[in-house]
């Protein structure tokens, strides 16, 4: 037995209402384990950085995979991680990764790298 | 027509009705608190580390930490908040106070930011009832424009673990309280943290009434408010 027309038009009304007002939860950004991170390395000073580090590898690996750029923020900590770390190359790298992302980080990004080199000058190879 | 089919035809249009004015809020136009915020558009803030008031040395890293997520995602591009820290600790900058004294020419060659944040958080803390005790916490902003040194914005929010209890809206903030949890997880299980993450969502999350506008980067659905 098939629906009367009022009766289609009543369902179909009644799904409206159910959705309409529904607004979108989506974040603008997929933050994975970043404030975690953050949150752990302000309130502990420091923390375990190599653990973190491999954390936010890991968001990065899975949002390239989604197709979702890094969350603001993500590679220039993933920079500090790493120069925490002592590796100084793989610093540099998110630090450029983190402007070329992120425009308006750009003049921050620049003075750190400046002070980066003026520092691999400074010390005796 | 049968008396069946009549009805149903009546509850489409009553339906109809309910689905047409439903979603409509009357728009009064308000007064813009904020003309000079709109005017400057600042689309990068700087987070400055928080001036505590409280006896909880926790508070200041807290609310630090957690306001980067509201306001990247009220619309700002934020300077990456611990490699900022390390920036200032490096040039010998060791507590908040020291931090307010740089000035905004300064901060603005450093950072490039186009505003920077200055909080203090006012309450972080137990409160003891006769039977319970809640958790509260209460942080005053003020956002000030680095290019100028105006102040473009001000703002105040508390929020308490006593909420959920006995208030009509317990089951939005519940919600709430709900998503902080997942997203600090079982690292940080205190129940300070917590409430501190949902007032500094009130504070910059960009859909109070008296909070922080939305940013460049919002959605444009959200940045036309």
């Known amino acids: 037995m098939s629906a009367s027309l009022p009766q289609r038009a009543l369902l179909l009304l009644v799904s409206l209402l159910i959705t309409a007002c529904a607004t979108p939860t989506r974040t603008l950004y997929d933050w994975g384990s970043y404030p975690q991170a953050l949150a752990l390395h302000l309130r502990q000073a420091g923390g375990d950085a190599a653990r973190q580090a491999s954390l936010l590898e890991e968001h990065l690996q899975r949002s390239a995979g989604a197709a979702r750029a890094a969350p603001p923020g993500l590679h220039a900590h993933l920079a500090l991680l790493y120069t925490q770390l002592g590796n100084e190359s793989l610093a540099l790298r998110h630090l450029q990764a983190e402007k070329a992302l992120y425009p308006e980080a750009a003049a921050y990004m620049d003075f750190l790298l400046k002070n980066a080199r003026k520092a691999a000058q400074g010390s005796p190879s | ?225």
């Open chain 2, 1 to 225: 027509m049968s008396i069946r089919i009549r009805c149903v035809g009546l509850a489409v249009v009553a339906l109809a009705a309910v689905l047409l004015g439903g979603c409509a809020t009357v728009h009064i136009p308000p007064a813009d608190p904020w003309p000079a915020l709109r005017e400057a558009r600042p689309a990068s803030v700087l987070v400055m580390p928080p001036v505590n008031n409280t006896p909880d040395v926790e508070a200041p890293a807290s609310v630090m930490a957690q306001a980067m997520v509201p306001l990247s995602e009220a619309g700002y591009y934020v300077m990456p908040v611990a490699l900022v820290n390390e920036t200032l600790r490096l040039n010998g900058v060791q507590t908040p106070q020291d931090a307010q004294q740089i000035s905004v020419q300064r901060l603005r060659e450093v950072f490039g930011a186009d505003a920077a944040l200055y909080m203090e958080v006012r309450k972080f803390g137990s409160v003891y009832r006769v039977i319970t005790s809640e958790s509260v916490v209460t942080v005053d902003a003020r956002l000030v424009d680095l290019r100028d040194g105006r102040t473009l914005w001000t703002g105040s929010a508390s929020a308490s673990s006593a909420e959920q209890r006995g208030n009509p809206q317990g089951g939005l903030i519940g919600v709430l309280l709900q998503a902080v949890i997942e997203q600090v997880a079982s690292n940080f299980s205190d129940r300070n943290h917590q409430v501190a993450g949902i007032a500094v969502r009130r504070l910059l999350g960009g859909s109070e009434a008296r909070g922080l506008l939305p940013g460049p980067r919002a959605r444009a659905v959200d940045a036309q408010r």
